[in-house]
């Protein structure tokens, strides 16, 4: 079996898998916010993650809030920095090709009166860097929040965060980037970042799912999303997942001490697309030739439909996604392939291949053998 969904939820990370079986069997268990000897224990154990976090990460340790997940770090972000109603400061700059979590967000609060303006979206995935600044020029001290991603979770396509950062800063506005896709994924320094709110999610990393955190540069400018018993400082109430995150620790960790796999990581991926590209002309790789996860690519024949494609892999035991919205078998191209205005004959076509530092040549090599099968079978009875 080849599962080539991380970008989905990625399975426990081996040294996750070990470090649990252990901890499963030998405990402790507690609550960590109890007085006693144990509590104090599990407390213990859990601010350690947080270091450790906070170490790989370049944060501060008073900066990592732990929650249930980028979701929940998302909506508690929007929740801290918009208000009910907006004042003068009524403008969301945003991207096109931004995740439903955060899309809904700016939904909600465009409902409660605020102006959303989305940067476009270069054809390479790239979101417009000039467009923004003059988005940020037009509305200058208007803009309540920039929210813009680091890496795309369909595409892969690495976005200049570092920039948006840096103009958001010199305008004095908050920027959230959704990080869910970058961090544990490739390398990365809150502190060089120019973020003021990053997120992460526990399964997106290998660890654990159920778990996250926010890193927030100012976490006095948030506000708890769940009131409770004043766990993380007082900003997010309930009892910590602390089996969660201490699988995070493990798999940040894991992923930390095996970052130099990578580059080869890296080029098994560029090798399989050139060969596939080699074998199919027409077939296009999403974000071709733009800054990429080493992990994901996403692929389309022209003409085939993706969904026809995953079941064919899947007849295989290989197991990819597809981006396309479906409803009521309307295949269509998702939001995020329209912003960089990819056609319907390609965009229905995409599949999905994600990994982590697993991947491998070897693991390139099968998918690449069931897709050229799929492709010159389904290509006799082209969908649409
Ligand atoms: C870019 C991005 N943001 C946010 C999320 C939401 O993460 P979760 O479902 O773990 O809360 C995802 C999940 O796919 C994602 O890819």
Redo the contacts with the bound molecule.
Sequence with gaps: MIYADY?GSAPLCDDVREYLVKRINEGPYSNQNAIHSLGKKMMFGMEKCRRTLAKHLNCQTHQIIFNS???EG?AQIFFSLLDERPSEKNIIITSGIE?S?VVQCCQRYQNKGYQIEYINTLDNGVIDLQHYQELIKKFSNQIALITS?AAN?ETGVIQPYQEIGKIAQENKVPFFC?T??FIGKTEFNFDQSNIDYAVC?S??IGALIGAGFIIAKDPTRLKPLILGGGQEKGLRGGTQNYIGIETMAVAMESFYNNKEKLNQVNESRLAFEQKIKEKFPEVAIMGDGAPRLATTTMIAYPGIHGQAVQIELESQNIFVTTSSACSDNKPETSRVLKAMKINDDIGRGVIRISFCLNANQELYDKIEDALTNAYNKLKKIQSY
């Design positions: 970008n997940g980028a979701s998302i995740h979590a991603m979770n959704d869910t896709q999610s399964h997106k």
